[in-house]
């Protein structure tokens, strides 16, 4: 149960980093690599 709570967290935070990179678009390397 840990690990399904741990994935739908991760997949959250890589979403708001998404539309971080997508946002600035001036180091998305930076953004994909964190």
Known sequence: ?????K?????RRHARLRK????TA???RL???R
């Open 20 to 23: 971080k990179v997508f946002g």
């Open 7 to 11: 994935e739908s967290a991760r997949k």
């Open 1 to 5: 149960m840990s690990v399904n709570i």
């Open 31 to 33: 953004s994909v690599c």
């Open 26 to 28: 001036e180091r998305p």
